[in-house]
Antibody, heavy 122, light 110 residues
Framework: QVQLQESGPGLVKPSQTLSLTCTVS??????????WSWIRQPAGKGLEWIGR???????NYNPSLKSRLTISVDTSKNQFSLKLNSVTAADTAVYYC??????????????WGQGTLVTVSS | QSALTQPASVSGSPGQSITISCTGT?????????VSWYQQHPGKAPKLMIY???DRPSGVPDRFSGYKSGNTASLTISGLQAEDEADYYC??????????FGGGTKLTVL
């Protein structure tokens, strides 16, 4: 059973960089044809897709975040990471990492982390 | 990219059926059979309920079904049960190799 766990600071100051890591257990991040994604959800609001990475390092980003965003993968640690710079209060949200299937399965998010709340405040 | 359009809320009584719509464009919902639906209970991570428009992952009851016509996808829940009360989100792959979610629908079981 694949499990994902987000980790990182729960409080980030405005204009600084938000950094989160997702650790994958129960299977190798390299096995199968999967993408690894980040999704966020502000309190009381809907889901917003942030971006995804393939184990080759290929990425796709939400156009609204692309200029501030970097997603990377460390296959040796079975982890992938998110860096969002120049954050503002609007970036305050619960951040989820998730496994995303490939086009053969229609790109579903089939496994999710429990989510981690990141608050941007001075 | 604009969020897919879902009704803010729907409701139904136990045993009844409800349908939640998800409207996009020809660049997302209308262009691909890559529509998924997620159920989210308060304080919990979303759970995949439907993928590829109408397929159910193992363990999801067959009371949940999906359909698509043109730029609109739909999730139908038949035989409503109290535990179905939750928020539901649709998502679609897009022509830009990105993913877009719907705004979410709150299902109330009366």
């Amino acid at each position: 059973q694949v499990q994902l766990q987000e980790s990182g600071p729960g409080l980030v100051k405005p204009s600084q960089t938000l950094s989160l890591t997702c650790t994958v257990s129960g299977g190798s991040i390299n096995s199968g044809s999967y993408y690894w994604s980040w999704i966020r959800q502000p309190a009381g609001k809907g889901l917003e897709w942030i971006g995804r990475i393939y184990t080759s390092g290929s990425t796709n980003y939400n156009p609204s975040l692309k200029s501030r965003l970097t997603i990377s993968v460390d296959t040796s640690k079975n982890q992938f990471s998110l860096k969002l710079n120049s954050v503002t209060a609007a970036d305050t949200a619960v951040y989820y990492c998730a496994r995303m299937g490939d086009f053969w399965s229609g790109f579903p998010f089939d496994y999710w982390g429990q989510g981690t709340l990141v608050t941007v405040s001075s | 990219q604009s969020a897919l359009t879902q009704p803010a809320s729907v409701s139904g009584s136990p045993g009844q059926s409800i349908t939640i719509s998800c409207t996009g464009t020809s660049s997302d919902v209308g262009g691909y059979y890559y529509v998924s639906w997620y159920q989210q209970h308060p304080g919990k991570a979303p759970k995949l309920m439907i993928y590829e428009v109408s397929d159910r992952p193992s363990g999801v009851p067959d009371r949940f079904s999906g359909y698509k016509s043109g730029n609109t996808a739909s999730l139908t829940i038949s035989g409503l049960q109290a535990e179905d009360e939750a928020d539901y989100y649709c998502s679609s792959y897009t022509s830009s190799s990105t993913v877009v979610f719907g705004g979410g629908t709150k299902l109330t079981v009366l």
